[in-house]
């Protein structure tokens, strides 16, 4: 034993880690034995007389006795570990020690037990001890089928074991209360899940011997107040109490439930037998709700119901139990002698108090000894629990229609009561304090659930624990703020006048003055950017089990059956907790450990009594604790020393030399401790990184100090520990009392208050941040000691931006003279001689002022930046300078190097304002300087030294010039008032540029300043000051620009030497008339705005779009209020110069709508407009040419109310021309018009067909010469007079044709069209501006090239603004179309292949597809406006002609723009060369995509065989009604033939028709088998031909129709060769019945419109090849239908 005792001062060559050393007591005699490992120690645990290890590699030893291994070896010195060799294979990564068993955790969060398990700690059932470590397994029955739960923490007391899981929830198992399980069957032999904490995110768990403690992260503040409870919904008693103290009542709601439980003489807890307690949500979370000893009494049907108020009955105080009340002087408590309260016999229908016990109780008040006994109380006072008529409350529980009656709350009650015996003055004055109000005045914040009878249920766990949360008397979670010690405090001690008193003086004075608006000193949810990356410190500490020695924190020594939170503890910042034999510790972030519990050996570290609430160890002043540990009677600490290396401390029994464990209750005659002492020791230790401590014995662990490292490491967290003190102590001695001082915010005044409270809230989050920062180092020094976990290191960010926020705030309340108004207010509170603010600055300077002691102090923090630094650059030089980890510290040092240096400047140059604004009224007016003085702005220089002068100033004008950080200030006076600068103007830097002007010209050393609205030029008295100057103006603006000036944390290395010369800011003209008071923001260019941006007019004008040079140019979106109406007058479309210029929308307010093509803000181009009121059908639609605003040119107008469609000439928006005007009543005119009226020479035609063809004078008016033809040919010729349809007056003569007259001689028809307009004059407007857009003035002049160019920019353009405006997008086969035809193709220039030719035609295809192609515009302009002109009223069989006609035209027009972009084409009618290669590839050319060409292409170029398959599909509709309606009557009489020739079977139809016998199909196919054709089968013949000539209306193009003719042809054939030899070949007269007879079966419906407009448009080429005699075969065949005889 000897050999391996050594003192650990002699190992300080050692270079270990890990080293563990063990010793009991604390005398100077006590010399700590080094247990050697082969490897080193992360983590130790202590019993009652054994002690587990956990060394690197995860392996774990065991020391002391073992009573529980078989083996012979049932004892092993501490210096004599032995493996626990059932674990290995097990990576271990924690161990626990109860009191006689052991516990580990592996990595994938199993658990595995050994030692004692009579009472089930071990989780183990059937045994009664476990030999070795055997896993335990701990399964969720809620889920299916139940999954393992990773566990992340063990803890073991005597009989009891707990573990944290992965879900940061608490499982139990083993015997007793301290479980904290819904159960009265012990032992618990499996896991169970501890439920009161379900929904709360448990941090830590602990063990005493029997009892359990929990850390617990707060909640977040619940959104919503809600009223307070009156009553405790368990034990019956008030929640406000009162208390005489002095010549005050005192008021408190510092009620703490007592448990519901009997005690018995043995002081345990007996439960009902049987039962077990009901497991709703309770009406009050102070207690849980258990199982009394149920009364004989209570009625048999209503089980949960009795428990419940047997309960409530059942209401029992400690013998010498404490009531608990705290108050924000100090936490304190006295015991009183209470006996349980018993409900008289007298029933009663309200839960309260009655006369008569007031009575009594104000008796009791006058009664001298009792008023001894009141004096002697502390702060707090007891708290008075009058007694509750339980029985009553049963009662009316349990029969029903009896209620309690609540008139008012029970507070309200109880003061009313009491101030009826004191007389009515005391009255009014309550009523003028209302105690409610004062209490929601004075905390806001506080709510709960009102009075919620008996238990939810069921319900989810997160509400469930928010309705507990808010049913305890105060929230648990510490969101304190400024006011929260006063508000605490009022809404406990708000007092009432005594009998001979009145209200304090000071309270009301405190209810009527203004106050500061709360603000949070600890940040509510912590910095939200830490997120999970720091440890909490909005902790609550929860405990439960037995507490016969106050180790719960209670106030009383009841015990608790499940979970209560310890409410003073919950805004102290608990870190860590630690449970001994009977007492409890917990540690707080600024390394105070609180105590209770026993004391009997002074392991409390303090003397104080009771011993029952949490209070502080005695420590003398400036020792920080950081790591706690805790034995059966003795406390050991471990703290921050006088140097950087730690000092251990112990509180508690001293153990003598050779003597074993002592039990508790035979301590007597052993020395302890009165308040902790340090161990003489610990210094030849090491640097400790943490301590444990168990039964009588004390381990540490230590490192020795390799390469500096662990010393650095341990400096790192003395820093950062003894910085949060510093920030909480001034936090707690500064900013409170100022905050708390009556006449601050008047001192301050609103502004600076503002100001006051920004400061208050950033110095909260950097000391929040401090103090999780400093837990978090903690932390990493008691397990892994290395620095790569170190969040300042991995999220630098988060630090630089809270640091970079605060200096921000300091500096803005020092510029507006802040510090100067709070120094008054301050010497109410630091008097004439502020040594506390002296202490706390680090001031050793005399006579220094209040206001620089206080700038001073808030300055303070950013010291701490440099240490920083220092200390990460120590931790460096611990490493190669080559290493990736010297890098990183390296990396970390430069950026709070850089920040300090930073916030150095930044705090001079809020110093240089502050002095500047002070010597600044004397120069400007008030006005002025109340203007200019902003918060964030900065003096960088001003020219008062007369080094800069505006050039061409006045000679009596004086110029001062001052550069803010955020604007240059333009300040000018007049000689005679020098001293005063009567106007000044300020230019904002965003949107300021700065030029040299060369001095060789003019030697002058000149700036030119560009503004928005002003250029000025300043010249500096040397070449130093200009330089001096430029870089100050350029160095603002950049960081104006980039924010850096105020947020920015660069150290200034990366600055430009200028700004750019384009840039984004916003600026408000001021000058500019036709911007002026509008706001620009966006994009700007050397002054003006250039790019996208955005222009706000005040009168609610709005621009978005781009400009160039200052005005709007390229696409915009403007919005116009209407001044009459409520409505805007929206635009979107392009701009030119300021102006509306090209293709736009205008949305107008009276709910017209014009799309179209503008010029200088007018209508001017093509264009549509749609007029009508707003919520209804446009009543008129115009769609044609625009001048200057006006209709002028070709155009159709649509007058819908009146049913009238013209189609003509305009002239001023007036009817100027030829036109024609059709009616939805079958009115056709067509002639001239003249000042918007039918005036000349013109033809009308009714429905029937009765024509005029005269003069006329007005609409519809006759009036002139003129023959009048009737539907029989009967004739008038002579003057006529009247209007159309209301009769006319006719002079002269009436014809009627001879019956023998040749036809010739009858026919008088009107030829239609010529007085209507010329098809090539309609719309030529549009044509020209896409001739504009190709960059030709006329059509066909302009250069190709140019032309390509032009497609390419417009594509380009169109693409950019679609990607930019996202409720423009294009999908992604129009993007991919788009890029593709971005490219200038090769084809357009050289000779014209069939191979160029196919290329040519598919580009064409494409660019009609895509509208932002200028040929695509055309074509989307021209469908519009032929379907505007034929569709509806312009549906007129009379106006097929001019349509056939206009597409005819439009096919010769848009020729002409293709040849124009692909001159070698050739001309209409011209053919293309045959190719000379491989006739293969000349086959595979002409048949290639037959579908869309002529039937022979290659031979003959025509602009309906290239154009047609794009153009007509789209003016398809409007073209075949048209058809339809001209060719309607021979239609019907064609398709009645059709049906009545149908009727037929194929047979009879085939010998009617005249088919010759041998083309007669003998079988046919059906559903794929031959079927021989008899007398009845019907439809069956030439099927396949028939099917394919019906899809002739599904064609549009005459070529596409023709093919299907032709495939309908090769069909037949195909049929007839089955059955004829193979070399048939047709004749006219053999095929044209057999053709007849497809043509009748195919039921074509239209067929004589079809035919029609393949013979109008069919290309000329092709009439007198073998696709025209196919035509003429189907045109024969409708015609010989039409005329078939069926008889």
Known sequence: MESQRKSSGEEDSSGERGSLHTWKGYSYSVTPERVLLSRPVLQAALGTRHGVLLVEGGQVYSFGEFPWKQSQVLEVGPLKPVLESALSGQRVVAVAAGSFHSGALTEDGGVHMWGENSFGQCGLSSLTVVPNPTPVAIMDPD????????????????????????????????????????????????????????????LQVACGAFHSLALVRCLPPQESRRPLPDKCGQCNQLLYTMTDKEDHVIISDSHYCPLGVELLAEGEARLGPGRSPPLGLLSSPSEPLLSSHTSASAPGPHPSITEHTDYERGRTVAQNGEVLTTTDADISASGTDSDRCVGGAGSRNSPYPDDQAVKEYLKKLSDTSLAEETAKMTIAGASFLPPADSLDLL?????????????????????????????????????????????????????????????????????????????????????????????????????????????????????????????????????????????????????????????????????????????????????????????SLALTAQSQVFSWGSNSSGQLGHMASPTTIPRLAKLSEGIRVWDVGAGAQHTLLLADGDCYQPILYYSGQQVREGVQDTPQDQTEGYSYTQQPVLLPFCMNLGYVSGVFAGGQSCVALADRNAMGFIASLHELATAERKFYCKLSSVKNHILRPLLDLESLSTALGPASTVLLRSLVRCYSRLCHLTGQHSASITSNLRRRREFKSLVMLEHASIFLDTYNEYCCSVGNFLVMGGFQALAKPSLEFFGKCPELLQRLAESSEENIPLSDLLVTLFYLPMRHLHEYGRLLLKLGTCFEVSSVDYQKLQDGCSKFEALALHLKRRRKEAEYTYHFWKSFPGKMTVSGLDSLRKPRRRLICESSNKALTLQNSGRFSVNWFILFNDALVHAQGVVPYKSLFSTHHVFPLATLWVEPIPEENTGLHGLKLISPEETFTLLACSSMEKAKWLRSINQAVDQAMTGAGQSGSGSGAGQRAEPPISRTASYTFYKDSRLKEATYEGRWLAGKPNGRGVVKWLDGRIYTGTFKNGLEDGFGDYVMPSKTLNLNDHYQGHWKEGKMHGIGTYKYATGELYEGSFQDNMRHGHGMLRSGTLNSSSPSVFIGQWVHDKKTGYGVFDDITRGEKYMGMWQDDQRQGTGVIVTQFGLYYEGAFNNNKMQGTGVLLSEDNTTYEGEFSEDWTLNGKGVLTMPNGDYFEGSFTGEWGSGLKVTGSFFKPNLYDSDGDKGRAVKLGRLAVPPEEKWRVVFEECWMRLGCEAPGQGENQRAWENIAVALTTSRRQHRDSPEMNLSRTQNRMLESLEFIPQQHVGPVTMEKYDSIRRYLIKACDMPLHPLGRLMETLVAVYRMTYVGVGANRRLLLQAVNEIMSYLARIFQLVRFLFPDLPEEGGAIPEPSSDPQDKKDSNCADTKLESPKPGRVVSSSALLLPVLLPRLYPP?????????????????????????????????????????????????????????????????????????????????????????????????????????????????????????????????????????????????????????????????????????
């Open 143 to 202: 889920t299916s089928p139940p999954h393992t739960i990773r566990v992340l923490e063990l803890a073991c007391g005597e009989q009891h074991s707990l573990a944290l899981s992965a879900q940061h929830e608490v499982w139990a198992w083993g015997s007793g209360c301290q479980l904290g399980l819904v159960t009265t069957i012990f032992p618990v032999w499996k896991p169970q899940k501890v439920e009161h904490l379900v929904g709360r995110h448990v």
């Open 1519 to 1687: 073209l075949f009604t048209l058809y339809a309606l001209e060719k309607e009557k021979e239609d019907d009489v064609y398709w009645e033939c059709v049906l009545r020739l149908n009727k037929q079977p194929d047979v009879a139809l085939l010998a009617f028709l005249g088919v010759q016998h041998k083309f007669w199909p003998v079988s046919v196919p059906v559903l794929g088998e031959k079927t021989e054709v008899v007398s009845s089968t019907k439809d069956a013949c030439f099927a396949s031909a028939t099917e394919t000539l019906q899809q002739i209306s599904t064609t549009f193009t005459p070529s596409d129709k023709l093919q299907v003719i032709q495939l309908t042809f090769e069909e037949i054939t195909k049929e007839v060769m089955s059955s004829l030899e193979d070399n048939f070949l047709w004749s006219m007269d053999d095929l044209f019945p057999v053709f007849l007879y497809v043509v009748l079966r195919a039921r074509i419906r239209n067929l004589g419109s079809e035919v029609s407009l393949i013979e109008d448009l069919m290309d000329p080429c092709v009439q007198h090849g073998e696709h025209g005699i196919m035509f003429t075969t189907l045109k024969a065949c409708y015609y010989q239908i039409q005329h078939e005889k069926t008889t």
């Open 395 to 583: 009662t009316s529980d349990l029969i029903p229609g009896v209620m309690p009656v609540t008139t008012s709350s029970a507070l309200n009650n109880l003061v009313s009561s009491c101030a009826s015996a004191v007389g009515e003055r005391v009255v009014s004055t309550y009523e003028a304090l209302s105690l409610k109000k004062m209490i929601n005045y004075y905390y806001p914040g506080v709510g709960g659930v009102a009075g919620v009878p008996g238990g939810f249920p069921g319900g989810p766990a997160e509400v469930r624990v928010r309705l507990e949360e808010s049913m305890q008397g105060k929230k648990s979670c510490s969101t304190g703020d400024i006011r929260e010690e006063e508000a605490e405090g009022l809404s406990r001690r708000l007092s009432l006048p005594g009998l001979l008193s009145q209200v304090s003086p000071r309270l009301l004075r405190r209810a009527s003055r203004p106050r500061v608006r709360a603000v949070p000193l600890t940040p509510v949810g912590g910095l939200p950017e830490a997120g999970e990356l720091l440890p909490s410190l909005q902790t609550e500490v929860w405990s439960w089990g037995r507490g016969e020695e106050g180790q719960l924190g209670h106030g009383d020594n009841l015990p608790r059956l499940q979970p209560l939170c310890i409410k003073c503890l919950s805004s102290k910042e608990v870190v860590l907790v630690a449970a001994g034999a009977h007492h």
